[in-house]
C-alpha cells in the first residue's frame, strides 16, 4: 500500500487542523493504521492507531482527548483530526500501515509510511 499524507500547515495555539493520508492499493481495509510525528531533533513518536475496523483505537497520551484518529475504508483514507493544538505538536506528521494491531506503539512495526506533512503551531 502506498501512502501520502497532507493537511500540514502553520496555526496558532488553541486551533486545529485535520490530517488526512490518501491509501492506494484495494487492501487498504486490511491494514492498521497509525500517525506518528518527529519534531526536529527528536525521535519519531507514536500519536495515535486505528484498526481496520475502527474498533480499536489508541492515542499517545498527551494528545487524548485533542486528538482523534478516524478512517473511512471506502474512500481509502485516514484522518488525524487535531483540536486545541499547542506549540510542541509542532512536527512533521507521518502516516503508517502494518498489518495487525499490535505493537502499534512502535514505529519499526509498521512496513509502509507516508512522506510526511508539516504541522507547525504557533504560540
Known amino acids: 500500500v502506498q501512502l501520502q499524507a497532507c493537511g500540514g500547515g502553520l496555526v496558532q495555539a488553541r486551533g486545529s487542523l485535520r490530517l488526512s493520508c490518501a491509501a492506494s492499493?484495494?487492501?487498504?481495509?486490511?491494514?492498521?493504521l497509525g500517525w506518528f510525528r518527529q519534531a526536529p531533533g527528536k525521535e519519531r513518536e507514536f500519536v495515535a492507531a486505528i484498526s481496520w475496523s475502527g474498533g480499536s483505537i489508541d492515542y499517545l497520551d498527551s494528545v487524548k482527548g485533542r486528538f482523534t484518529i478516524s478512517r473511512d475504508n471506502a474512500k481509502n483514507t485516514l484522518y488525524l483530526q487535531m483540536n486545541s493544538l499547542k506549540p510542541e505538536d509542532t512536527a512533521v506528521y507521518f502516516c503508517?500501515?502494518?498489518?495487525?494491531?499490535?505493537?502499534?506503539?512502535?514505529?519499526?512495526?509498521?512496513?509502509?509510511w507516508g512522506q510526511g506533512t508539516v504541522v507547525t503551531v504557533s504560540s
Open positions: 492499493g484495494r487492501t487498504f481495509n486490511r491494514y492498521t
Open positions: 503508517a500501515a502494518k498489518n495487525l494491531y499490535s505493537d502499534v506503539y512502535y514505529a519499526r512495526m509498521y512496513g509502509y
